[in-house]
């Protein structure tokens, strides 16, 4: 342990230093893959129990416009991040609404955050955007001309992410967690607060969503609905991590690191003639993951578990 | 009663009309294959290109070329199940939600590739109707007229002829059929195909009204997801009552506010309704 903890911090050391290193390019593409790889995380502490929310862009979405001023905003942004995920989430749990079901009302959820901030154009400049006032360096407005800034904050970041999984992964909240997601019923049996637990580990998730969003907001200066609210987003973020792996801490890491190197490679690969390139190969390579590593995928979800699929077992008895 | 409002909702019934259909589409590729399309909408969007391209590129008169639209919609329902959802028919049901979820990826940004993100419109320009000081766009009515012939034709189908009643017998118990003599293989192919066909239809029409742009099933796609949830996943008659529910919603929500607050209204309308009745409005 000690050793591996040696390495680690000697790895984080060499990665803390990367700015004075690379070019601006490469250094604007690592904190976009930190930044990216913090709301993975945020949402593979829900979807590693197999609770697939498709409302994460709605989280980010909310924290991306609610920082106008930062001091005041990210706050807020959180707080109302994770007011929605508990209007969103208790009906939910408490109804059980689960599987699917669940995965379409968060992506209503998504839909209702993007459509208002479109409806909403008269302060959020609708789908054309919104353009942030640069104040030069400032910590209270949080900007940064220089990148290396906000490479140091990502980091923190993401350890922030890392940190949260390991105390998840670490607590009594995980086996319940964990018993929930094979059949609610009997971990409600043996006196698991099934409500409780399932809208704590959604809080959390939400939360840091949201601040992810927030800070991502801050360092590209510009803000769009679709950039990081809808279904669009909530897609990404799903896809991503389920490329990288769900159950493993870095999984989602992996998976930021995965998506944004194949986006940006095949930008520069086939440049800019082709807008749509990277993201055709990125779709075909999703549904060739799921077909072919069904396990892989169910694993990562369910706790690397085979078990026969639910809707079979199910069948029958209806 | 204000003249407006009265506009608005005849509008909403006759957006109603086309919702139906897609709605019926993605039921009955949900009540027989037991796999939610989260892509459908975008199948429609490929539609819209084909028509597109054949009616103002190369000349196609429009009848055929929907025809054609049609039917090259019905082959890529079948070629989707075959290379997608067949792989996946065993997996759990959010994998299978993904797996489609790829193919929207797919085919959207695979549609901005070859066409651009432009919006194209095909350029026919259908009168307007003025029925008493009220004024009614014809090509709305003509989507609600052929989205209710769609629909009573679909039931037909179902209803009368062999493969129909087979599809129905496959939706309420696949283990059984199979038993029956019924190839399963062969019912879920021919579901796709009309599934794609129904996409296809719905493509016609919505051509008429609006632009093509790639990411046109992101307008559609999820209201229309909305409907079959509220009627009841597979639940077709539930579905075609659901469209004309949440198209009012919208419709006069539209007149009261905005568009997009009118869909957000849907939307909040469709997640309280999960709530009060998780398996849709007209569950037992």
């Known amino acids: 342990m000690s050793i591996s903890r040696m390495v680690m911090l000697v790895g984080l050391a060499m990665f803390i230093a990367v700015p004075a290193f690379v070019p601006p390019y490469f250094l604007h593409l690592l904190i976009q893959i930190l930044l990216w790889a913090f709301i993975y995380t945020a949402w593979a502490l829900m979807g590693r129990f197999g609770f697939v929310s498709f409302g994460h862009g709605a989280f980010m979405g909310v ?174 973020i799903v896809f991503a991590v389920i490329a990288g792996g769900a159950y493993s801490m870095l999984g989602p890491t992996v998976g930021s690191l995965l998506t944004l190197s194949l986006t940006e490679g095949l930008r520069v690969w086939f440049g800019t003639n082709f807008i749509g390139a990277a993201n055709t190969i990125y779709g075909i390579l999703l549904i060739l993951c799921i077909i072919f590593m069904p396990q892989g995928i169910v694993g990562a979800l369910r706790g690397l578990k085979l078990r026969p699929s639910r809707t079979k077992a199910a069948a029958p008895a209806e | 009663m204000d003249l407006y409002l009265v506009e608005a909702i005849i509008n909403g019934i006759l957006l109603g009309g086309v919702l139906a259909l897609l709605a019926l589409g993605l039921n009955l590729i949900f009540g027989v294959i037991d796999v939610v399309w989260i892509a459908y909408a975008d199948i429609v969007m490929c539609g819209m290109y084909v028509i597109y391209f054949l009616y103002v590129e190369y000349g196609v008169p429009l009848p055929l070329a929907c025809l054609i639209a049609i039917a090259s919609m019905a082959a890529l329902g079948v070629v989707v199940h075959l290379l997608i959802i067949a792989p996946v028919l065993n997996s759990a049901p959010i994998n299978q939600l993904l797996a489609t979820g790829g193919l929207l990826f797919f085919l959207q940004s695979f549609a901005t590739l070859l066409f651009g993100t432009d919006f194209r419109n095909i350029g026919v320009r259908l009168p307007i109707l003025e029925i008493a000081t009220l004024y009614i766009s014809f090509a709305r009515l003509i989507a609600f007229g052929v989205g209710l012939i769609g629909a009573v034709v679909l039931y037909l189908f179902l209803k009368r002829t062999y493969i129909g009643t087979a599809i129905r017998a496959i939706a309420q118990d696949r283990e059984i059929v199979g038993l029956m003599g019924v190839d399963q293989r062969r019912i879920y192919l021919v579901t796709s195909a009309i599934g794609g066909a129904l996409a296809g239809l719905a493509a016609c029409l919505l051509a008429l009204q609006y632009d093509v742009h790639p990411h046109i099933g992101n307008t559609f796609g999820p209201v229309i997801f909305m409907i079959c949830v509220l009627g009841g996943l597979g639940n077709m008659i539930g579905g075609f009552i659901a469209s004309f529910i949440i198209s009012q919603i919208i419709a006069i929500g539209g007149y009261y506010s905005n568009t997009e607050l009118s869909y957000v209204l849907a939307f909040i309308f469709f997640i309280v309704l999960m709530f009060v009745r998780p398996r849709g409005i007209f569950a037992r």
Request: net charge negative; aromatic share 10%.
């Open chain 1, 63 to 236: 924290g991306a416009y609610y920082e106008i001023t930062p001091g005041i905003g990210i706050p807020l942004g959180i707080a109302l991040s994770m007011l929605l995920a508990v209007v969103i989430g208790y009906p939910c749990f408490r109804l059980k609404v689960v599987e699917h079901y669940f995965a379409l009302v968060t992506l209503a959820l998504s839909q209702v955050v993007l459509l208002s901030l479109v409806a909403a154009r008269d302060v959020t400049g609708g789908s054309l955007g919104f353009t942030q006032r640069a104040v030069g360096h400032s910590w209270y407005a949080l900007q940064f001309p220089e990148k290396s800034y906000f490479y140091g904050i990502s980091i923190v970041l993401w350890l922030i992410g890392l940190y949260v999984w390991q105390r998840i992964d670490h607590s009594i909240s995980r086996e319940a967690l964990e018993a929930i997601s094979e059949d609610e019923d009997a971990a409600a049996a043996i006196g698991i607060d099934v409500l409780r637990e399932k809208l704590r580990v959604t809080l959390i998730s939400a939360a840091l969503t949201a601040l992810g969003g927030a800070i991502f907001a801050q360092y590209m200066m510009y803000l769009n609905p679709e950039t990081v609210s809808g279904i669009a987003v909530s897609l990404q």
